[in-house]
């Protein structure tokens, strides 16, 4: 079974840094790009970054480009997302999601399976 | 900056058919976005219904299937039933690896 399993998440000052981890199982997982996907309290999903299977790859929504840092370690079957300088606007559940291919591509652009999410607090 | 629309809400009586739709606010959806769709219920994780325009992930259900209809990309769901009372998200490729969702359509089953 496809298990993707998040943590590190926090309450955390205006300004501070996070690292989130995102843990897999159940599939071959550098052969598959993963996402990063977020959700404020009460509204819907944003999308915030993609990796390539090998990790050479990366990309990021214009939100959070500059301060958030995708990266994953293979040899783990581990996604992280580095979070730095964080606003309140940054407050969400992060969800990690597996892409349909190795690519992060228009063939491959769907998340599944997605994992429970971290919940990242950004409060003084 | 283009914006991916979806309806805020919608409702259906039960055994009932619904077309929920995701569109730009600037030029059309076609399968080259490669639209995909997501049911959220309160305090879960999504979970993937279509990809790829009108594929459906594994386990869903047939009442639910994908397509382009005019400019968008459309959701239908065949014989509503009280358990599809969800958020629904659409979300499509923009290019350049960049993903962008829709705000997600309330569907109410009453």
């Known amino acids: 079974e496809v298990q993707l399993l998040e943590s590190g998440g926090g309450l955390v000052q205006p300004g501070g840094s996070l690292r989130l981890s995102c843990a897999a199982s159940g599939f071959t997982f550098s052969s598959y790009a993963m996402s990063w996907v977020r959700q404020a309290p009460g509204k819907g999903l944003e999308w915030v970054s993609g990796i390539s299977g090998s990790g050479d790859r990366t990309y990021y929504a214009d939100s959070v480009k500059g301060r958030f840092t995708v990266s994953r370690d293979n040899s783990k079957n581990t996604l992280y997302l580095q979070v730095n300088s964080l606003r309140a606007e940054d407050t969400a559940v992060y969800y990690c999601?597996?892409?349909?291919?190795?690519?992060?591509?228009?063939?491959?652009?769907?998340?599944?399976?997605w994992g429970q999410g971290t919940l990242v607090t950004v409060s003084s | 900056q283009t914006v991916v629309t979806q309806e805020p809400s919608f409702s259906v009586s039960p055994g009932g058919t619904v077309t929920l739709t995701c569109g730009l606010t600037?030029?059309?959806?076609?399968?080259?976005?490669?639209p995909s769709w997501y049911q959220q219920t309160p305090g879960q994780a999504p979970r993937t219904l279509i990809y790829?325009?009108?594929t459906r992930s594994s386990g869903v259900p047939d009442r639910f299937s994908g397509s382009i209809l005019g400019n968008k990309a459309a959701l239908t769901i065949t014989g509503a039933q009280a358990d599809d009372d969800s958020d629904y998200y659409c979300?499509?490729?923009?290019?350049?690896?960049?993903?962008?969702f829709g705000g997600g359509t309330k569907l109410t089953v009453l």
């Open positions: 790829s325009t009108n």
């Open positions: 600037s030029g059309s959806v076609s399968t080259t976005y490669y």
């Open positions: 979300v499509l490729y923009m290019g350049n690896g960049i993903s962008v």
């Open positions: 999601a597996k892409y349909g291919g190795i690519a992060v591509a228009r063939a491959t652009n769907w998340f599944d399976p």
